[in-house]
């Protein structure tokens, strides 16, 4: 069989050929993270790059999708989730494929969805982004703006409030939950746990005779960015407050990990939800304490505009 540097040298000699072949190599050179990679890697002159040209290409397509990210599902990428990376090894170039922002997350949340079941979300929260949002919109722009700013400013470790979203029902605070996940997953490749919060409250006090409790407040207590939906609609006992809630506020205060709310109730209809157990005992104290810990670390933001959950 004729070599393939032997086929390609015999190919160039077709003008034709030669021309498409020049154009190509020009725009696979051209292309900037390229251009960095080369600049940063002296030692791989132009008969390696020449070489290594499929390769380039390779990473060029697939990088170029990541930057164009149309959603996992519809990864285009040789492999699906992942997002190439260009390096050196012996003076040769090879690619390598690290998981995306996206594919963690997916990760992420099937192995928590495993054990605990009140992390499913509908599939368009879950697939949620900003490119779907009515950026121009009112009643949501303080609320899109500080989403985004929280992205910019999110460092692994650092301390950064986390923010408190309430207004009437139906208004879009979810689906701005998961837009910010998935904001947050593609830019600073983290995943968060959104979780309803009253369907997990349920499930915490059945957990108690299969023995996953601790487990599963674990989880959830450690999550590097954590989504409390609904917060303020589940039934109260003091229970939940203190030995479920309170613990997993307290961890990720100590802990400087960010915590996010949406919820139907301002944060002093909250307190009075919190004071009020099931049992019917007001314990005013008590719930001071668990606000003091939302308040301290979150920054409240209204949502406003039409129950965009009914249908005309």
Known sequence: MEP????????????????????????ILSYPPIQVFLNEHKEIDEEKVER??????????????CTNCPGLEQCPNLMKGYTPKLLV????????????GLKVRYDEEARREELIQSLFMPKEIMQATFKNI??????????IMKSLDFVERYRAGEPIKGLYFYGKFGVGKTYLLGALANELAIKKN??????????????????IQDNTLQEKIDVVKEAPILMLDDIGAESMSSWIRDDVLGVILQYRMMEKLPTFYTSNKT????????????????????AKRIMERIRHLTTPVYIGGENRRIFK
Request: aromatic share 10%; hydrophobic share 30%.
């Open 4 to 27: 393939i540097q032997d086929a390609l040298s015999h190919l160039m000699n077709n003008e034709s050929f030669r021309k498409r072949y020049e154009q190509q190599k020009k725009d």
């Open 190 to 207: 983290v995943a968060s746990l959104i979780v309803y919060a009253p369907e997990f409250f349920r499930e915490m006090k059945q957990s």
């Open 134 to 143: 009515d950026l121009t919109d009112p009643n949501r722009s303080e609320a």
């Open 52 to 65: 290594n040209l499929t390769k380039l290409l390779e990473y060029k397509t697939d990088s170029m999708h």
């Open 267 to 286: 944060l002093d209809e909250l307190e009075v939800h919190f004071s009020l157990s099931t049992k019917g005992d007001f314990e005013e104290l008590k």
């Open 89 to 100: 090894h012996h003076q040769s170039i090879h690619i390598s494929y690290e998981k995306c």
